[in-house]
């Protein structure tokens, strides 16, 4: 289970995000767990990525299901500033998921999503998820989440062991059906949103409470002697 401080999009604030440089620096750090995102494109590789296009993060524009495997090796994502590059490509799952056997950095993955989203693409990206997976071996250092739940319902159908963790901006009143459904081992909130009431409900349910994406300490200082289990961070060093 995740620890109590999970480096987001890798370290998004000490380097570029979801980027191995990134995930290099949790290991060099001793951060136990990163966050990444995954999206698949039309080719059915896994990336890691969080936008639905290139344009933020990258020397490039376009959708990233258009991205070929190609395409990768001249596709910079090594973005600091406007004026300051170093090159990265965009990681596949596999890669990330071989770097996080080799240092044992264990890996919270959330599966994104945008808007339409259908069902075939859905499908899709749970078995190529669950294959890479399984042929990386890391089962035991990974923890899949989403906000989507009808995604997250499909992956447990899928798989009855997989780890998965439930992303809710606010606790919405239906979250008790939601954790039972899925056996879900934990809720991730948005730290400006939950409750100490909240927090605890969540823990007598017997799963762990993460927040997300916390940078100051003292923003969710009271929320440690509640029941809370850990913070999702773009600068884990703050909350060592």
């Known amino acids: 289970m995740m620890s109590k401080i999970c480096g987001h999009r890798g370290a998004a604030y000490h380097k570029p ?5 990134g995930f290099e620096w949790c290991v060099e750090n001793k951060i136990d767990w990163a966050e990444c995102d995954v999206q698949l494109t039309n080719e059915n590789t896994l990336l890691i990525i969080h936008d639905e296009t290139l344009d933020r993060t990258s020397n490039n524009k376009g959708s990233i299901k258009k991205i070929l495997k190609s395409d990768l090796n001249r596709i910079n994502v090594g973005k600091l500033s406007e004026k300051d590059f170093y090159f990265q490509k965009i990681p596949t799952l596999t890669e990330l998921l071989e770097f996080c056997k080799k240092t044992k950095l264990n890996l919270n993955i959330e599966m994104k999503f945008y808007e339409p989203n259908e069902t075939s693409y859905t499908n899709r990206l749970i078995k190529e998820l669950l294959k890479t997976i399984e042929l990386t071996d890391t089962q035991n250092q990974i923890l899949v989440t989403s906000f989507n739940i009808d995604a997250l319902k499909i992956l447990r159908k899928e ?15 239906n979250w008790k059906k939601d954790k039972i459904y899925l056996n ?22 017997s799963a762990k409470v993460f927040v997300y994406t916390c940078n100051n300490p003292d923003e969710i200082a009271t929320l440690w002697d509640a029941g809370l289990s850990g913070v999702i961070t773009d600068d884990p060093l703050k909350f060592i």
């Open 17 to 21: 995000e979801n980027t191995i440089s």
């Open 159 to 173: 798989s009855a062991s997989i780890p998965i963790g439930i992303l809710y901006e606010k606790l919405p009143k």
């Open 184 to 205: 879900a081992v934990s809720v991730h909130l948005d730290y400006r949103f939950i409750t100490l009431k909240q927090l605890k409900e969540i823990n007598l349910l």
